[in-house]
Every structure is written in C-alpha cells, then in structure tokens.
C-alpha cells in the first residue's frame, strides 16, 4: 500500500516550453499532495502544497505563476513549469499522505519516485 | 535557517557494525519525525517515524531515538548491511500546521563489506 506514482520519470525541454508532471496515488485518497525540488547534492525544498479543490499553498520564493499546480482529484496533483528555463533543471519528488478523515493528512508521507526536468 | 539539521554529511561503517546517523531540529512545533532512505534519481523512501509523545520506535533493524530536550534524534541500524548504503534524510513536520516536511541534509552511509 501507500504507492505514489510520478510521470514522467524524465523530460529534457527547450528553454521556453512547458512541462506537466503528474503525481499519483496509487491506493490512497491524498486530499493534501505536496511538491519537492531536489538540486544536486542537497537536501529536498518544499515548494508547495497542493490542496484537493483548492488553491495550492507556495513558499516563499517559489513563483506560483511559473509553478501551476492543480489538485483535480483525491488521487492525482499536477505540477506545470510554465516557460521552463535552464535554471529549473531539477529533480522534482512529490509526496502525499492517506487522508485519515475529517481534512487531516496522514502523519507519514510517501514519496513518488521524482522527475529529472533538464532544459536546454 | 536550518530547522533541521544533519551535522555529518557522510558515515562509513564496517558491515554487521551499528550505523548511527544523527538529527538536530530547532523548532519546537516539531511533534512527528521521519527517517528516508534515497538513492540518486529516486524519491525518497519511508522507513521509520517517531511522534513526540515517544522516545524510541524500533522496527526490524532499524530504531529511532527522540531526545525532546535536547532537540536531538538518531536512528541506529544494527546490523549494517551493504544494501544500507544510501543517503538518509531525517524530516520533521508539525501536524498542527499542515504536516509538510521540513528536511535536514542528508547523510551518505557507505557500509564497507
């Protein structure tokens, strides 16, 4: 149980394109997805919260209107590099946690196995 | 701001030794602590969390300590086996505050066969 998928695995892009990057879950209900950068040799920054049925929750420094995340079902979160650049090269790794009921996300969260983004 | 910190960046242990990786944390809202595995490409995977009304979880070989006062968890893995090489990462959430994780920085474990 408590599978998250990610697709794609791997996109390389021209600078100036778009990229969709889906996460699922695959046996669970997540109403909360959150989204993770990854660059080389650190550590995972959260970028956002993605909300079932609402607006997603950035942080601070994260460009939402570059990052268009939409939460359109109980099992799926979709994250959009809009004018992808050099500079968003990344990995990026969703997560999300069993809904337990009453709007609480499960305490542990279970990670899809991430994306590599590489722009040209 | 480093809410969450991992002080040694690697680890090297002899096989069927302890692996001790360590985890400091600054914000006391902090109540649920994870412990991930990651090899490069991959997403993060889960193996053991410790809520802060706890001061050990164990499961198989691996136990994660909670030292509330001094801010502090370890997990130990006992005994150390090759496949264990991996980066660790430690991860604290407040489930009062939407449960996102906030992560230390990693520590590579290298278990010599």
């Known amino acids: 149980g408590a599978v998250v998928s990610q697709h794609p695995s791997w996109v390389i892009c021209k600078s100036g394109t778009s990229v969709k990057i889906e996460c699922r879950s695959l046996?669970?209900?997540?109403?909360?997805m959150f989204w993770y950068r990854q660059f080389p040799k650190q550590s995972l920054m959260l970028m956002a919260t993605?909300?079932?049925?609402?607006?997603?929750?950035?942080e601070q420094g994260v460009e939402k209107d570059k990052f268009l995340i939409n939460h359109a079902s109980l099992t799926l979160s979709t994250l959009t590099v809009t004018s992808a650049h050099p500079e968003d090269s990344s990995f990026y790794i969703c997560?999300?946690?069993?809904?337990?009921?009453?709007?609480?996300?499960?305490?542990?969260?279970?990670f899809g196995p991430g994306t590599r983004l590489t722009v040209l | 701001d480093q809410q969450v910190k991992q002080n040694s960046p690697s680890l090297s242990v002899q096989e069927g030794r302890i692996s001790i990786l360590n985890c400091d944390y600054t914000?006391?809202?902090?109540?649920?602590f994870l412990w991930y595995k990651k090899y490069p490409a991959e997403g993060p995977t889960f193996l053991i969390s410790?809520?802060?009304?706890?001061d050990k979880n164990e499961d198989g070989r691996f136990t994660v300590f909670l030292n509330k006062s001094a801010k502090h968890l370890s997990l130990h893995i006992v005994p150390s086996q090759p496949g264990d090489s991996a980066v660790y990462f430690c991860?604290?959430?407040?489930?009062?505050?939407?449960?996102?994780?906030?992560f230390g920085g990693g520590t590579r474990l290298m278990v010599k066969p």
């Open positions: 991860a604290a959430s407040d489930r009062n505050a939407g449960n996102m994780l906030t």
């Open positions: 914000n006391s809202m902090f109540d649920y």
């Open positions: 410790i809520s802060s009304i706890k």
């Open positions: 046996d669970f209900q997540a109403t909360t």
């Open positions: 997560s999300a946690g069993a809904a337990t009921g009453a709007g609480q996300v499960g305490d542990t969260q279970y």
């Open positions: 993605s909300n079932e049925g609402s607006k997603a929750t950035y």
